[in-house]
């Protein structure tokens, strides 16, 4: 049975985790799965932009424990190729040159917590909870530490990882994990907004904004100029530019 659907609406792809009564906990399936869903909407020319969602309370409860039990005492390399297989959706997430919006409700914790901040928008619900609790259970929070220092930074992320402790949406937001809190009442309306606004913008000056936003993770200071001044180049190339900028200044004279 598979651990999630694949809608198109638009020009919006939507990736839904669909094991509810697992809280949506990740197994090697989910993450293979959740690959070849985000393989196959970057390469939809008609998709601008995706948007990660759950059904049920919860957004994703992180490793399926039942599965890892059930595995306890393999060889080293089924569990290479198990830890790898959730490795491989944080780095073609970060690869995709469209949008990936994360829209959490309820519980995003341990790898559940790092697929919500290995996307580039995370929008949670008021009530939304952030954790990386895999220290309780004699674990590591291993690959999710690459996104998480960056997005918090070293001591936050430490005691973090360190303690376990589970945080409210509002703190997540204070420590720079989420991009936006959402109350109740408006939270299916602004995710709605948030995706149909980044699927209507031009799809090449994204693709180059995302590409030039992660490079900068390993340039110093000169060489991200640099890389800004070719990004910058190469937008100047695209019909959308062109088109974007007549339609500017013939704005301007008719306000004029």
């Not at 306890?72 to 290479?80: E, F, K, M, N």
Request: net charge negative; charged share 30%.
């Amino acid at each position: 049975m598979s651990r999630l659907r694949v809608e198109r609406d638009g020009a919006v792809g939507r990736i839904v985790l669909a094991r509810p009564e697992k809280k949506n906990a990740l197994d090697e399936q989910a993450a293979l799965e959740l690959d070849d869903a985000l393989r196959a909407l970057a390469a939809d020319d008609l998709v601008h932009a995706v948007l990660l969602t759950a059904d049920g309370d919860d957004f994703c409860a992180g490793a399926d424990l039942r599965a890892l039990e059930a595995m306890i005492d393999a060889a080293p390399d089924v569990h290479r190729r198990d830890a790898r297989a959730l490795g491989g959706v944080f780095t073609t997430m970060r690869g995709l040159t469209k949008p990936v919006v994360a829209a959490v409700r309820g519980r995003a914790l341990a790898g559940g917590a790092g697929l919500a901040t290995a996307c580039d928008i995370v929008l949670a619900h008021e009530d939304a909870q952030f954790g990386y609790p895999e220290v309780r259970v004699g674990f590591v929070p291993a690959m999710v530490m690459t996104m998480l220092r960056r997005s918090v930074g070293e001591k936050r992320a430490f005691e973090l990882v360190a303690t376990g402790r589970i945080i409210p949406a509002r703190e997540a937001l204070e420590l720079g994990l989420v991009s936006r809190v959402l109350s109740d009442g408006e939270f299916d309306a602004q995710v709605e907004s948030v995706v149909r606004q980044l699927a209507s913008a031009a799809p090449n000056a994204l693709r180059l904004t995302k590409q030039l936003f992660y490079a900068l993770d390993r340039a110093g200071f000169h060489e991200g100029i640099a890389l800004g001044a070719e990004a910058n180049v190469e937008a100047r190339g695209t019909d959308e530019f062109r088109e974007g900028v007549r339609r500017f200044v013939r704005k301007s004279k008719e306000q004029s």
